[in-house]
T-cell receptor, first 112, second 116 residues
Framework: AQSVTQLGSHVSVSEGALVLLRCNYSSSVPPYLFWYVQYPNQGLQLLLKYTSAATLVKGINGFEAEFKKSETSFHLTKPSAHMSDAAEYFC??????????FGTGTRLQVFP | EPEVTQTPSHQVTQMGQEVILRCVPISNHLYFYWYRQILGQKVEFLVSFYNNEISEKSEIFDDQFSVERPDGSNFTLKIRSTKLEDSAMYFCASMPGRWAGNQPQHFGDGTRLSIL
């Protein structure tokens, strides 16, 4: 069965520092992987998606993620954090259906 | 940019009462979904809906839940007799065409349901 594990429910970084949010997946077939962001009192907004075209995926707001099959990982990174990046980030996977399976989320705090 | 709209943003209901959560998906989208997020927990899939019928539902989506597309624009989630554990944020999502893995779902801002 497909599942997603996000290590670290909270991550804190200084403004300008590297952001690394971890996501590992379990899937019996090549998965489709997504990162969504949720700002306070808002819905889920797609940051980026992996659909097997390229292992390094670039998304909005300077975020990117690399699919590593050998590590079953899809970690989200951003070279330089901005205060506006503070939000909750969800990794999600889907296999042969359109049902999204979400991780538990990682709350990113950015300090000045 | 077109967006998924959910109303109300916050619904407070007495336990045992029926509640209807409303969603207006993006106009040319064909696939519709409900997810929920209990406070502090992960977002969970409830149901998917296409061509006026349920495509898939989770074990959470029991007989107390139903979905409907009563007209060409609205998509509703009804909970027949609410329980305390139904308190959660409910998200509606839609997708334009047949799932091919590369189409993301577009989410609304959610309805926070509080059961007293």
């Amino acid at each position: 069965a497909q599942s997603v594990t996000q290590l670290g429910s909270h991550v804190s970084v200084s403004e300008g520092a590297l952001v690394l949010l971890r996501c590992n997946y379990s899937s019996s077939v090549p998965p489709y992987l997504f990162w969504y962001v949720q700002y306070p009192n808002q819905g889920l907004q797609l940051l980026l998606k992996y659909t097997s075209a390229a292992t390094l995926v670039k998304g909005i707001n300077g975020f990117e993620a690399e699919f590593k099959k050998s590590e079953t990982s899809f970690h989200l990174t951003k070279p330089s954090a901005h205060m506006s990046d503070a939000a909750e980030y969800f990794c999600a996977v889907s296999e042969n259906t359109d049902k999204l399976i979400f991780g538990t989320g990682t709350r990113l705090q950015v300090f000045p | 940019e077109p967006e998924v709209t959910q109303t109300p943003s916050h619904q407070v209901t007495q336990m045992g009462q029926e509640v209807i959560l409303r969603c207006v998906p993006i106009s040319n989208h064909l696939y519709f979904y409900w997810y929920r997020q209990i406070l502090g927990q992960k977002v969970e899939f409830l149901v998917s809906f296409y061509n006026n019928e349920i495509s898939e539902k989770s074990e959470i989506f029991d007989d107390q839940f139903s979905v409907e597309r009563p007209d060409g624009s609205n998509f509703t989630l009804k909970i027949r007799s609410t329980k305390l554990e139904d308190s959660a944020m409910y998200f509606c999502a839609s997708m334009p065409g047949r799932w091919a893995g590369n189409q993301p779902q577009h989410f609304g801002d959610g309805t926070r349901l509080s059961i007293l």
